[in-house]
């Protein structure tokens, strides 16, 4: 057993790497050392599912590839304001002097902004695609629903993913409960807004998408748009048993009781549920 560094320097930054650089690499070449900034919260998924590409006989439509169950580390990196995603190839290696003991290697790992303002300075483009689009933007914390090029969080920290690859996100600061898609589009799922003019430091707002709005700090229980939050700060999916048949969490898309699906929230000196049956 022992412990081993998969990504990031040890120092506080915003950078991601390309798939050509391995952990290894990453020390000597100071152009894509990955870097976070206080990272609060990580969830692992087993993607099974089907992505589509352009087809290159026909651009008007589209080929399937499946995630064949590749193992995706989500990041809530904090204090850049990001979802960042990991991904890598494990290569085992047999060691026979020491009894056929096997160690797995982490190969091309590859870090990457998955939603979060994820494009350039001068370039947000709404595509969906996984392609790069530049260097991605300064970290800036914020307020707004969109693409993963759009959306803005403010401090997220927990984090959890369903099988289908949404992701619920503690939108720490922005007093708010986030779901991201699995192409990284944005959410607000629970939680109240009123419009903004200043950000929390009582200065003008830059670049906040119109309309401008704030999250509502608070202790209120109701519908998702009448709750109100307070530093939310971490998350976890609650599946009925019933629910989850063979597999080990279900497809969460049961019309059974309200406990079939929920979010469950770490709330400040509460714990709250969201029941996403009902909508409450």
Known sequence: VKVTTIAGNGLPGYNDNDSSQNTHAQTHDHEHVV?????????????????????????????????????????????????????FDIREEIFLESEGTKERILENVRVECFSGQCGSDDNNSSDDGGGSHGRTASPQAGYADGSKYEARFDSPQGLVVHDDGRIYVADTNNHLIRVIDRYGNVQTLAGSTVLSEQNRNGDPLEGCPPPCLKGVQGHIDGGLREAHFSFPTDVSIQVRASAAGDGEHGDGDSDGDSDAHSVLVADRHHIRKIDLITRR
């Open 35 to 87: 870097q976070f900034s206080s990272p609060a919260g990580i969830a692992i998924w087993r993607d099974w599912q089907w992505w589509p590409y352009p087809n290159p006989m026909d651009m008007d439509s589209y080929l399937y590839e499946n995630g064949g169950g590749r193992l995706v580390l989500l990041v809530a990196d904090t204090e850049n304001h990001r979802i960042r995603k990991v991904t």
